[in-house]
């Protein structure tokens, strides 16, 4: 008698979690939220200019370059003409140049005397 009991509550507790775990899987999802409505444009769209600033580490005067560290930023492209800033006073002028590495850049002195810690943008 006491295995027939057994046997039965085992069986009950397995159709038990077999149902709870059915259940489950059927279970409805939520609806996603509406999609905004699209924006009308009238014309094309506005340009944004971003503003890369870069510092100057390293100032070479025998050879009319500098070092400029840009950080986390993305360094501007070879060829890219920079101004040199100064306490907001433009002191110069650099074009990036070879070799970029990471967040360093090399620029050739255009005009000006920049010096390390000068500001570049």
């Not at 279970?27 to 510092?55: C, D, E, L, W």
């Not at 090399?106 to 390390?116: C, K, L, Q």
Request: charged share 20%; net charge positive; glycine share 10%.
């Amino acid at each position: 008698m006491k295995q027939i009991l057994r046997c039965g509550m085992s069986w009950m507790l397995m159709f038990t979690l077999w149902a709870g775990l059915g259940c489950a899987n059927f279970r409805k999802p939520k609806p996603a939220p509406p999609a905004p409505p699209a924006a009308k444009h009238s014309g094309p769209a506005p340009v944004q200019f971003v503003t890369i600033t870069g510092k100057v580490t390293l100032v070479n005067k025998q050879y009319a370059f500098v070092v400029v560290d840009f950080g986390a930023q993305r360094p501007p492209v070879t060829g890219t003409t920079l101004t040199v800033r100064r306490a907001n006073q433009v002191v110069g002028h650099v074009r990036v140049t070879e070799p970029v590495r990471g967040r360093f850049v090399t620029a050739d002195i255009v005009d000006g005397e920049p010096r390390a810690g000068d500001e570049v943008r």
